[in-house]
């Protein structure tokens, strides 16, 4: 009842809510719930400037299984301007049944209480039963607004989604008290089931060129305003970094690196292999490093070709957020250290020996 309640928190206490659960006159009564076995699963597609994000891919994954299990369609949803058909269709392959689509100039760039009044009228209208957006920027800030104005509750962070057996509810586990335990939360008395997913966390499906499915294109209704806020633009950042979420190549450093000068060393080989700088927990919580490189259930999930590990012993919640990593890469002392289990290739050895001797190797082979 958790993510039900917390929407009444502000204006209610909890006996009156109890009051009101009991008489059958709450929001959060069974009651008051549609529930119909055609209701879908929705998946919330990202663009910007016109181009599908890659998350819009990770989530339709996770939503096919949740659909296949409920028996029912899998329907994405894109508000935005400007995507051609042809990347809808993509959607499509990749595990859609449908796609609902708004688009129009004004929906260019993500406005929260524009896309919000957009969003909340398709489900309205739709009624689904689950409706999953990733953990960005925008699904962070989208998805909490979205689900005071319908009255339902809200997991965010997600790390695994699955289906109860018996009940069809959703079953949403995400990390909890900083990260030290997981708890599996559901909305049993409130639809739809909003939850957003961690973008790396899953993989997309393959392209299937089989696959067909019906495209949508639903009429912006040109009286829905926003609030008064107006976008001016976009800046990109001017510092030159590379987002770990992105990077196709990550070393991380851990806290067997003794003190944060020696991150250096992990920075020298991830500039020569064109990579990003990730980081344990540990590091960050030592100020090593800033928390923008940190990887783990409290950090960045990320899904590299290569990960590269160094002096980092593979603590639970560093692992769930490298795991669908390409070939993860473990240097270590410890031969009993936990991520040389899951590495591809372990180096059980000195970090101070193997990293300056791995950065000679790779000077001389970038030098040929």
């Known amino acids: 009842m958790l993510t039900s309640r917390v929407n009444l928190l502000k204006s209610r206490s909890y006996t009156e809510i109890d009051k009101l659960e009991k008489s059958g ?11 119909s076995a055609k209701q879908a699963v929705w998946t919330l597609a990202e663009q910007f400037e016109g181009k599908l994000k890659g998350v819009s891919f990770e989530l339709l994954s996770r939503g096919r ?20 058909d042809a990347d809808l269709e993509q959607l499509i392959k990749q595990g859609a049944d449908r796609v609902l689509t708004v688009q129009d100039p004004k929906l260019a760039g993500f406005l929260c209480e524009l896309y919000a009044e957009v969003l909340c009228g398709l489900i309205k209208e739709y009624e689904p039963a689950v409706l999953l957006a990733a953990a960005t920027s925008s699904g962070r800030t989208l998805m909490p607004y979205t689900a005071i104005k319908v009255h339902t509750g809200l997991t965010a962070d997600c790390t695994e989604l699955d289906i109860e057996e018996g009940t069809g509810h959703l079953l949403q586990t995400r990390p909890a008290i900083g990260g030290n335990i997981m708890a599996t939360i559901k909305t049993p008395d409130c639809r739809p089931q909003l939850a957003t997913v961690r973008p790396k966390s899953s993989l997309p499906l393959p392209a299937d060129p089989k696959r067909t499915g019906e495209i949508t294109h639903i009429p912006f209704n040109t009286a829905v305003k926003g609030k008064g806020v107006e976008l001016k ?8 970094s590379v987002n770990i979420e992105e990077a196709d190549v990550i070393v991380a450093g851990g806290k067997g690196l003794k003190k944060g000068e020696n991150f250096a060393m992990i920075r020298e080989l991830a500039g020569s292999l064109g990579g990003a700088v990730g980081a344990t927990r540990d590091a960050v919580d030592r100020a ?5 490189h940190q990887v783990g259930l409290s950090g960045k999930t990320v899904s590299p070709k290569v990960y590269i590990a160094a002096a980092i012993s593979g603590a639970i919640q560093h692992l769930a957020g490298i795991k669908t990593s390409e070939t993860i890469v473990s240097i270590n002392n410890d031969p009993e250290a936990m991520l040389h289990k899951l590495a591809d290739l372990s180096i059980v050895g000195d970090v101070f020996q193997v990293l300056p001797e791995l950065q000679k190797r790779i000077n001389k082979r970038n030098n040929h």
């Open 25 to 35: 006159n709450s929001p959060l009564s069974n009651t008051s719930v549609k529930q």
């Open 65 to 84: 299984k949740l659909a296949d299990k409920l028996g029912v369609k899998l329907i994405s949803v894109l508000i935005g301007d400007g995507v051609a």
């Open 233 to 240: 633009g976009y800046r990109r950042s001017l510092d030159g």
């Open 288 to 292: 090593w490093i800033s928390y923008p």
